[in-house]
């Protein structure tokens, strides 16, 4: 069983829509979560930064992370074409064997449509 | 923008040569990470290193080496390419302290084809 685990898509979405992203986790000892955005023949850039559970927002868009269920959420609201890339979620543990290391979902294809 | 730097962008190349992809940054980080992306598939740790003369090895097995001499390089080396080899290849830096102490800064990538 992968340690993340995120639903490829692909998705797509007309402009305007509102965008629900998923992952699963099954180590119990991560406590950082991030979402991270890659376009294109482009590395992936940081997007959202969250510890523990709770919600997290930043313009137009929120983070949420449930530990109970082992479940992290992105949801992006108003969404704009260039919204359009690869999402992916990524966790981290601060000890064990996941120490110093981030576990990347598979990442889910968005594209916004106009 | 995140100073990390990769190259080359692309490159193809036949079998069995000496490959050396380059990786550097600008931001003093002392933790540097490798890791190999195929396309719809996440993203796989090969190899990593805490600082200078440290080097680990990820949790994809693969045949690169890497080495760490200098804090901001931090190049991945494939002695005999091979076409399993054909990926991407992403390089990664944090800071390794503070609030976001594990925050990753990606750069941009080498597309690597073996033909």
Not at chain 2, 49 to 66: A, P, R
Not at chain 2, 103 to 108: A, I, K, L, M, T
Request: glycine share 10%.
């Amino acid at each position: 069983q992968k340690e993340v685990e995120q639903d490829p898509g692909p998705l797509s979405v007309p402009e305007g829509a509102i965008v629900s992203l998923n992952c699963t986790y099954s180590n119990s000892a991560f406590q950082y979560f991030m979402w991270y955005r890659q376009y294109s023949r482009k590395g992936p850039e940081l997007l959202m930064y969250t510890y523990s559970s709770g919600n997290k927002e930043d313009g137009r868009f929120t983070a949420q992370v449930d530990k109970s269920s082992k479940y992290i959420s992105l949801f992006i609201r108003d969404s704009q074409p260039s919204d359009s890339a690869t999402y992916l979620c990524a966790a981290f543990g601060a000890g064990g064997t996941s120490y110093g290391k981030l576990t990347f979902g598979q990442g889910t294809i968005l594209t916004v449509h106009p | 923008e995140a100073d990390i730097y990769q190259t080359p962008r692309y490159l193809v190349i036949g079998t069995g040569k000496k490959i050396t992809l380059e990786c550097s940054q600008t931001m003093g980080h002392d933790k540097m990470y490798w890791y190999q992306q195929d396309p719809g598939m996440e993203l796989h740790l090969i190899h990593y290193s805490y600082g200078v003369n440290s080097t680990e090895k990820g949790d994809l097995s693969s045949e690169s080496t890497v080495s760490r001499i200098r804090t901001e390089h931090f190049p991945l080396t494939l002695e005999s390419a091979r076409p399993s080899h054909t990926s991407q290849y992403l390089c990664a830096s944090s800071a390794g302290q503070g609030i976001r102490f594990n925050e990753q800064f990606f750069g941009p990538g080498t597309r690597l084809t073996v033909l």
